[in-house]
């Protein structure tokens, strides 16, 4: 029989449980060393999996580091050149390590000055490109009687209204060159 051969009886399982229980109930502290939270022993791999922030774990693929502590990893996690952050100025998701890439040539709306430094800062690179090709006072343009032989060439954006005012005789007169020698190119 099971009891002659030092199995279970059924008076036997009544005696283990109750002890059972009382092990489990008693108190032991975190065996992670930094750790030392008091818990009671059935607790005990309930806080190793969960809680306890001095256990290893891996880190994500893409980490220098093969193995961190739990708390280690906010850390790494606050700090890591891989870690996605969203940009302040067009709320895309870009690697941290590529922010300032982002920043100058993926950003529709990050703020960049006029290149010919008339004071203006522009959101974004299509925004720039536009306020130097129509807007700004500073870029070099062309008089618009040019073709016409005009020698005004590079001239402030902010200067051209003066220039065409000033200018308005001799374009009529080119203009009128132009009219009585229509075959007649200009030399510039």
Do not use: K
């Amino acid at each position: 029989s099971a009891a002659g051969r030092g199995g279970l009886t059924a008076g036997r399982v009544q005696t283990i449980w109750p002890r059972e229980r009382e092990v489990q109930q008693l108190t032991v502290r975190c065996p992670r060393t930094g750790c030392g939270a008091a818990m009671e022993l059935g607790g005990l791999r309930s806080h190793l999996a969960t809680a306890c922030q001095f256990v290893e774990r891996a880190l994500p693929a893409s980490s220098a580091s093969p193995a961190s502590r739990r708390c280690d990893l906010a850390a790494h996690r606050a700090a890591c050149r891989e870690r996605q952050v969203a940009c302040v100025f067009c709320s895309a998701s870009v690697p941290y390590r590529q922010l300032n890439f982002h920043y100058l040539f993926g950003c529709s709306n990050f703020p960049m000055p006029c290149p010919h430094r008339c004071g203006r800062v522009l959101a974004g690179h299509q925004r720039l490109h536009e306020h130097v090709d129509r807007a700004c006072p500073l870029t070099l343009v062309l008089c618009p009687f040019a073709s016409f032989g005009c020698p005004a060439a590079n001239r402030h954006r902010r200067d051209l209204g003066r220039h065409v005012a000033e200018a308005h005789s001799y374009h009529l007169q080119l203009l009128w060159q132009q009219q009585q020698h229509p075959h007649q190119q200009h030399q510039q």
